[in-house]
């Protein structure tokens, strides 16, 4: 826990955001986690300045990499339909 806690440090050094979204499935329990996840940050962080305001879940769990994956084929069928439509109306 220790690295993944230096890890979002990290990316708290470089990004500065109010909000840090933390996903996977560790995080199906994340009451516990995220509490001991933001105290290690604090500990470990350089400056409090760079700590984000909140350490969150995400709220799609595991199913986050199946909706991306499904919102991407669709966007791609879409781009194709268009196209498709549109050189049918060029012609």
């Known amino acids: 826990m220790g690295r993944l806690a230096k890890g979002l440090l990290t990316l708290s050094y470089?990004?500065?955001?109010?909000?840090?979204?933390?996903?996977g499935?560790?995080?199906a329990r994340s009451e516990l986690i995220l509490p001991r996840l933001e105290s290690l940050m604090k500990q470990q962080v350089v400056d409090p300045r760079f700590l984000p305001r909140e350490?969150?879940?995400?709220?799609?769990?595991?199913?986050?990499?199946r909706l991306g994956a499904?919102?991407?084929?669709l966007n791609q069928e879409n781009t194709l339909v268009e196209k498709d439509v549109f050189r049918k109306n060029m012609l």
Do not use: S
């Open 14 to 23: 470089i990004l500065n955001p109010e909000v840090l979204i933390v996903g």
């Open 25 to 27: 499935g560790i995080l």
């Open 55 to 65: 350490l969150v879940a995400a709220t799609l769990g595991n199913e986050a990499g």
């Open 70 to 73: 499904v919102r991407y084929f």
